[in-house]
């Protein structure tokens, strides 16, 4: 079964550098997502992604962070200048439609930020 | 007032036990219903989608009611394995983003 990968699994950082985080989505889905979840708290959206460009973001999503697909399968989310409340789960989706579809999760990575 | 609630529970019940979980949304024009599962520090797995008419997928059931603004998950015949955090999931009329619900902890008991 097809399924969305991510990596690392786990990103420890210093307080200030920038991270980048991967994802290989389900090939044939053309919608990808970047969610993340603070330990303890529910899953909040930061920014969707469709043909090339960003459909949708959320106000967490600010200019600290970024999204590429520098190939046909990679989806990167960048975060510069890490601060300490960046530490969370951050999941990776991808779905088929961006409408009505499931969202397919990633592993996720976990990135601790000190 | 918050997109999606649920109750956090925790619920604990015998194995064997019927439970029920209910999420409310206040987006009345939302237009699609997922609930997903996630265990401890994994991702969101796809239970199942939530359609207008109820669907039922083995000892699970979801049911939509738009009247009231609120999807229900019911789990007959629990079993250890189904202790998990239960996630509802409301994607909006507009845009692609899932709003999704702090989740209701489940713990099934032998």
């Known amino acids: 079964e097809p399924e969305v990968t991510q990596t690392p699994s786990h990103q420890v950082t210093q307080m200030g550098q920038e991270v980048i985080l991967r994802c290989v989505p389900i090939?044939?889905?053309?919608?990808f997502y970047w969610y993340r979840q603070i330990l303890g708290q529910k899953v909040e959206f930061l920014v969707s992604?469709?043909?090339?460009?960003?459909?949708?973001k959320s106000e967490i999503f600010d200019d600290q962070f970024s999204v590429e697909r520098p190939d046909g399968s990679n989806f990167t989310l960048k975060i510069r200048s890490t601060k300490l409340e960046d530490s969370a789960m951050y999941f990776c989706?991808?779905?088929?439609?961006?409408?009505?579809?499931?969202?397919?999760f990633g592993p996720g990575t976990r990135l601790t930020v000190l | 007032r918050k997109e999606v609630e649920q109750d956090p529970g925790p619920f604990n019940v015998p194995e064997g036990a019927t439970v029920a979980f209910n999420c409310t949304y206040s987006n009345s024009a939302s237009q699609s219903f997922f609930w997903y599962r996630q265990d401890c520090r994994k991702e969101p797995k796809l239970l199942m989608s939530v359609y207008s008419s109820g669907n039922e997928d083995g000892r699970f059931t979801a049911q939509l009611n738009r009247a009231s603004q609120y999807i229900s998950l019911l789990i007959r015949d629990s079993k250890l394995s189904d202790s998990a955090t239960y996630l509802c999931?409301?994607?909006?009329?507009?845009?692609?983003?899932?709003?999704f619900g702090t989740g209701t902890s489940l713990t099934v008991i032998p």
């Open positions: 992604f469709y043909n090339n460009e960003i459909s949708e």
């Open positions: 090939s044939n889905h053309l919608y």
């Open positions: 999931a409301v994607l909006p009329n507009t845009g692609n983003q899932f709003y």
């Open positions: 989706a991808s779905s088929s439609d961006g409408n009505y579809n499931e969202q397919f």
